[in-house]
């Protein structure tokens, strides 16, 4: 719905608990900015311990009838996920693009595509692989039976709105579990169109909950939670490790070792030997370094580039990166949009100088 008084267009994103919109507990939200264009376009909660722990009141009590049900039904809802994801590509693209600043031909033809084969890819490895049973010497089985861990935290970076979010969602539901996500505060709106094709898949209320928020109060509590029994984190190296110590307390009422996957940010190197096609390398380098404004983990961040061949490489290099295009990212074929918020301008501004 539309913020009375605040102009078209302006959206109130709220939280998904137990199948239900709420607003932050506090009443607070944080505004959100579209890069290209400085538009507010989005307000959502500014959430806290207090929603945490409603989401992860909602998600623990879902928990039991979700992990009972066959493979074969998660599986089944997984795929009709997919299924809208790819029906509703273009809707998708324009939020991302609007959330990131993300070019719009880059979200429709890699990363929406790439979270519905997400979706189903797990949906498929669940029915093979819930369990295994191997014969040792003629006299003895081996039984393994994956269980689900229950409650799990998926917190997620702004990057890659829907596809790593995705990558996060899909398994932790095939295999049973219920979840609690907290997306990156600087792009809300893709998640929460996510919520809602999930809901519309035939996804059970409080499976999967989303709480907005700042990652120092939100993503916090989830972390802190003594019924998070599984945390999955992508995001920044200094983040990753704070979330490492955190999720390693025991906190009173908690009766496990909670488990934590962190994929963390790098710094990705391109080696160029002698004998290389100096064409490819170059544009290969281009192509990673400035590819979504660089703003990846993925991106090239230094070439190593052989003495041999440094001169000549430089030289095809340079005017390749000046031809680079900066504009709209809805318009068609921009390959270089804006960065996603002002400190990153900045950081950036920072290197130029």
């Not at 959430?47 to 992860?56: F, K, Q």
Request: aromatic share 6%.
């Amino acid at each position: 719905r539309q913020v009375p008084g605040d102009g078209p267009g302006r959206e109130v994103l709220g939280n998904l608990v137990d199948g239900e919109l709420h607003a932050a507990a506090s009443g607070s939200v944080l505004e959100n900015v579209e890069p290209a264009t400085g538009r507010v376009f989005s307000t959502v909660p500014d959430s806290g311990p207090d929603d945490v722990a409603a989401a992860v009141s909602a998600a623990a009590a879902a928990f039991p009838a979700w992990a009972a049900r066959p493979a074969a039904e998660r599986s089944a809802i997984l795929l009709r996920i997919a299924d809208l994801i790819d029906e509703e590509r273009e809707a998708l693209a324009r939020d991302e693009s609007i959330d990131t600043g993300k070019p719009l031909h880059v979200a429709r033809t890699v990363d929406i595509p790439r979270a519905a084969l997400n979706f189903r890819f797990f949906a498929t490895a669940i029915l093979h692989d819930a369990s295994e049973l191997h014969r040792t010497d003629g006299r003895a089985l081996n039984y393994t039976l994956r269980d689900p861990h229950g409650v799990v935290g998926l917190i997620s970076p702004w990057n890659l709105p829907l596809y790593l979010l995705s990558w996060k969602v899909a398994p932790a539901l095939a295999v049973g579990n219920a979840a609690v996500a907290k997306p990156s505060e600087l792009t809300p709106l893709t998640a929460f169109r996510l919520a809602d094709i999930a809901r519309r898949a035939g996804l059970p209320a409080g499976v999967l909950n989303i709480v907005h928020g700042l990652g120092a109060d939100a993503g916090a509590a989830i972390v802190a939670h003594p019924k998070t029994r599984f945390i999955a984190f992508t995001g920044s190296h200094n983040v990753g490790m704070q979330i490492n110590e955190e999720a390693a307390k025991v906190r009173p009422g908690q009766i496990w070792l909670k488990r934590l996957v962190a994929e963390m940010g790098g710094k990705g190197a391109i080696l160029v030997d002698n004998d290389c096609d100096l064409d490819a390398a170059v544009t290969a380098v281009a192509e990673s370094a400035f590819g979504y404004q660089g703003q990846k983990s993925s991106a090239c961040s230094r070439a190593i580039v052989h003495e041999d061949v440094y001169d000549a490489f430089v030289e095809r290099l340079v005017p390749r990166v000046e031809a680079i295009q900066m504009g709209h990212p809805s318009h068609k074929h921009t390959p270089f949009g804006p960065m996603i918020d002002g400190a990153a301008k900045r950081k950036t501004q920072e290197y130029i100088e």
